[in-house]
C-alpha cells in the first residue's frame, strides 16, 4: 500500500493526475485505479529498487506514454477530456515553485547548491504584521527583513515561509499555505499570474540576466539571438510565424528605448544583481522586456 500510494504521487508529478485520482485516499473510498496493474507492477518495480524516487522518476519520464505529443483531437477530446486511459502526452501548468526556478534558472541566477538554511526572497510590503503576533522568533515576527546576496537566487525549496501567509509569487500560482496538509493543489488561471510574471522583482531581475546570455551567448543577430531564447524556455525552435512575432517585438522596445539612457537604468535597476557593462543601456533594456515577454508564454509555464 505504502509503495501505491508513493508511485500514483510520482505518476501524478509527471502526468498532472495520478492513476488513481484521490491521491490523499487509498481507502475504501477512494477512487479506482484507472490501470490497476499498472500501479501494482510500478509498485513492486519500487520496492525491488530500493525506494529509489530519482530511478523511478526516470522510468516514468522515459516511457513512450510520457514522451507522446500533448496535441489532441476533437473526437479525442470528447472521448477522453482528461486524458485518463494516457493516448495522449500530459499537459498541465508548473507549479509555483517549478516557475520561480525555471526562471531563475534560465537567467543563470540560480544557485543549485544543496542544503543549507532558508532564506527570505523579495516580498512586498510588510504583510507580515497583518499575520502575525507579538514575539521574538522568527516563526511570529511582525516585521519581514528580506535577505541579500545568491540568497535571493536559490531554490525555491529553501524559500521562509511563514505558515499562515506564503511567498506572495508562490502563493499567486496556487502555492497553499500550511495551515492544514495538502497532497493536492489547485489549479487557477488568474490575470495576477500575467502580472506576477511581467512586474515581480524576481521575474523582471531573471528577465534580465536572461536577455544578458542571449546577449553574451545567442549569436551576432537579432534573428539568432530570439531562436536562442525561445529554445531556452520552450525547448523547441520559434516557428517562422513567432520568430517574426519576436522581431517585430523586439523592434518595437529597441525604439522605445533608444535614446533615452535613464529611462532604460531605470528599468534594469530592478533586483539587486549588479548591471552588465558589456552591453548598452538601451540594448539591454529592450531584451529584457523581451525576456519578459518569453517568461511570460504560456508555453514556457506550461508542460507540454
Known amino acids: 500500500l505504502t509503495a501505491r500510494v508513493a508511485v500514483n504521487r510520482l505518476w501524478e508529478i509527471a502526468f498532472g493526475r495520478g492513476l488513481s485520482t484521490s491521491t490523499a485516499d487509498f481507502g475504501s ?5 484507472s490501470h490497476p496493474e499498472l500501479l501494482d507492477w510500478l509498485a513492486v518495480h519500487f520496492m525491488e529498487r530500493g525506494w529509489n524516487v530519482k530511478e523511478m522518476m526516470k522510468l516514468i519520464v522515459m516511457t513512450r506514454t510520457y514522451r507522446q505529443s500533448s496535441h489532441t483531437t476533437e473526437q479525442m477530446m470528447q472521448m477522453d477530456p482528461v486524458n485518463e486511459w494516457l493516448a495522449r502526452g ?21 544557485v543549485d547548491r544543496l542544503g543549507g538554511p532558508s532564506v527570505k526572497i523579495y516580498q ?13 522568533t522568527p516563526a511570529t515576527a511582525q516585521t519581514f527583513v528580506q535577505d ?12 521562509y515561509w511563514k505558515r499562515t501567509l506564503p511567498p506572495t509569487n508562490l502563493a499567486t500560482f496556487d502555492a ?32 534580465r540576466q536572461f ?12 534573428k539568432s539571438r530570439l531562436q536562442y531564447g525561445y529554445r531556452a524556455v520552450t525547448a523547441r525552435q520559434a516557428k517562422p510565424e513567432e520568430l517574426a512575432t519576436l522581431e517585430s517585438y523586439l523592434a518595437r522596445e529597441v525604439q522605445k528605448f533608444s535614446g533615452y539612457p535613464d529611462l532604460s537604468r531605470q528599468y534594469l535597476s530592478i533586483g539587486e544583481s549588479p548591471l552588465d557593462s558589456r552591453f548598452p543601456l538601451e540594448t539591454q533594456a529592450a531584451w529584457t522586456a523581451t525576456t519578459q515577454l518569453l517568461l511570460n508564454l504560456s508555453e514556457t509555464i506550461t508542460r507540454h
Not at 29 to 33: E, F, V, Y
Not at 90 to 102: C, K, S, T, V
Not at 124 to 136: C, E, K, M, T
Open 29 to 33: 473510498q477512494g477512487a479506482w485505479p
Open 90 to 110: 500530459p499537459r498541465f501548468r508548473l507549479n509555483a515553485e517549478m516557475i520561480r526556478d525555471q526562471a531563475l534558472a534560465v537567467s543563470g541566477l540560480l
Open 124 to 136: 512586498p510590503g510588510d504583510l507580515w504584521r497583518a499575520v502575525s503576533h507579538y514575539g521574538s
Open 148 to 159: 541579500h546576496g545568491e540568497k535571493l537566487y536559490r531554490r525555491s525549496l529553501y524559500t
Open 176 to 207: 497553499p499555505n500550511r495551515e492544514v496538509c495538502t497532497v493536492g493543489r489547485t489549479t487557477t488561471n488568474t490575470p495576477l499570474q500575467a502580472l506576477v510574471l511581467l512586474n515581480d522583482p524576481q521575474f523582471v531581475e531573471a528577465a
Open 211 to 222: 536577455a544578458v546570455r542571449i546577449l553574451a551567448e545567442g549569436g551576432n543577430d537579432d
